[in-house]
Structure formats: C-alpha cells, structure tokens
C-alpha cells in the first residue's frame, strides 16, 4: 500500500509563508526522488521542485529564491518551505515520489494553497 499524505496548506496573505509536509508510506523512501507539483484552475500541473535520493534540488524559475524542498528519510516526509507568497501561488500542490528507472511514480491527493491579497 502505497500512500502519499500532504498537509500544511491553506489561507495566506501575500507575503507569507506556509510549509508543506508530505509523509510517504509503502515505498523505499530513501532512494526514491521526490517532487512537488502544482496546478492552478485552468492550467495544467506543473513542476515546482524535485529533489533526489542525494539531495540534488530542481527548482522551477518561477520559484526560485523563494522555495525551498527538503527531506528527511528518517520521518520519511518530504518538506516545501514557501516564502513571499504570491498570488500567483495559489494552486493545488502536489507530493510525488518516482524510484529511479521508473517513467512513472505515485501522487499524492494534493492541499489546496490561496494566496490572497
């Protein structure tokens, strides 16, 4: 049984911060990399951060100086650190965590952030 469980979302002003915690089971999470994703109403979902089993981070441009993504393979929980929210922010997030060689992996049921202003 796979299950990825996504938590820390909600209502913020613009300016902000939230952080969002992703707790995985089921899987071998060390060695998996994991994501964040986001999709705001009417667009597709897209990349926001990745980061692998050795801690290399990806970051899309939109984000970049303001996120950041972590991990703890002890809590098994991957992190998303956001600063100086914007409305543009405000989307769905996702957690996803792919095990290398592998095209596809698994998602989490995503948290709603708004950023109002």
């Known amino acids: 049984q796979v299950q990825l469980v996504e938590s820390g979302g909600g209502l913020v002003q613009a300016g902000g911060s939230l952080r969002l915690s992703c707790a995985a089971s089921g899987i071998i999470f060390s060695i998996n990399t994991m994501g964040w994703y986001r999709q705001a109403p009417g667009k597709q979902r897209e990349l926001v951060a990745t980061?692998?089993?050795?801690?290399?981070?990806n970051y899309a441009d939109s984000v970049k100086g303001r996120f950041t993504i972590s991990r703890d393979n002890v809590k098994r929980t991957v992190y998303l650190q956001m600063n100086s929210l914007i409305s543009e922010d405000t989307a769905v997030y996702y957690c996803?965590?792919?095990?290398?060689?592998?095209?596809?992996?698994?998602w989490g049921q995503g948290t709603q952030v708004i950023v109002s202003s």
């Open positions: 980061i692998t089993s050795g801690g290399f981070t």
């Open positions: 996803k965590a792919r095990r290398p060689n592998y095209a596809s992996g698994y």
